[in-house]
Nanobody, 120 residues
Framework: QVHLVESGGGLVQAGGSLRLSCAPARRTSAINIMAWYRQAPGKERESVARFTTDDRTDYTDSVKGRFTISRDNAKNTVYLQMNNLKPEDTAVYYC??????????????WGQGTLVTVSS
């Protein structure tokens, strides 16, 4: 198995920015980090930003124009740049990946989550 390590969360005022990072805990070419999700208190986990199967990007409507998902293949790291943050963006953010160590196995992997708190 492989673990994902997220970083970059914190406390920010409304209108501010944060950049989240997600990378595997060990070097492997068998993992493909696909998306960022978030879960606010009392709410279900929702998809925020993702890479599609043809490597385009897709965003939930509430973050379009403010968030950008990107990847650095050399570092095997995926980022979520979050600008113009709003209090309703407050949540624990998780990255999501597919780990395929061989042609017969595929596993969904989640990071431990990083807390983003936006104050008004």
């Amino acid at each position: 198995q492989v673990h994902l390590v997220e970083s970059g969360g914190g406390l920010v005022q409304a209108g501010g920015s944060l950049r989240l990072s997600c990378a595997p805990a060990r070097r492997t070419s068998a993992i493909n980090i696909m998306a960022w999700y978030r879960q606010a208190p009392g709410k279900e986990r929702e998809s925020v930003a993702r890479f599609t199967t043809d490597d385009r990007t897709d965003y939930t409507d509430s973050v379009k124009g403010r968030f950008t998902i990107s990847r650095d293949n050399a570092k095997n790291t995926v980022y979520l740049q979050m600008n113009n943050l709003k209090p309703e963006d407050t949540a624990v953010y998780y990255c999501n990946a597919i780990f395929a160590p061989n042609v017969e196995s595929r596993y969904e992997v989640w990071g431990q989550g990083t807390l983003v708190t936006v104050s008004s």
